[in-house]
């Protein structure tokens, strides 16, 4: 497998390594946390406010237009927007946070406490 970060030069990555397989089991259960949780929020408010809770939500005026009828046409789009701006932060954080473990674990970094009960 071969994984580009700061340097943009290619690395291998020893899958044979548990520390680095674990690692990579983290960042991806992480990532699906995160776009579960915010494929929820845009469900919420796309269906919930848009479709479900429309004659509610109407009762209220935003601009002018009912509410319930402001996220059906508007306000779906704007939290669908704000919600890949905040997936783009999110995981360019755990990038970040990931790169800089694999990097301790090729340099001999942390170990696990199975490791530490090794030596």
């Not at 992480?30 to 796309?46: D, E, H, Q, S």
């Not at 479709?51 to 319930?68: E, I, K, W």
């Amino acid at each position: 497998m071969l994984v580009n970060h700061q340097d943009k030069t290619a690395e291998k990555i020893d899958l044979h390594d548990t520390r680095i397989v674990e690692c990579i089991d983290r960042y991806w259960r992480k990532n699906m946390l995160i776009m579960g949780l915010l494929l929820i929020i845009w469900a919420v408010v796309g269906l919930g406010c848009g479709v479900l809770l429309a004659d509610r939500l109407n009762q209220f005026s935003l601009g002018g237009f009912p509410l319930g009828f402001w996220f059906a046409q508007q306000g779906s789009i704007i939290v669908f927007i704000l919600l890949i701006l905040a997936y783009s932060i999110l995981l360019n954080r755990l990038d970040a946070r990931h790169a800089q473990e694999l990097q301790q674990y090729r340099a001999g970094g942390p170990q696990t406490s199975d490791d530490r009960k090794e030596t």
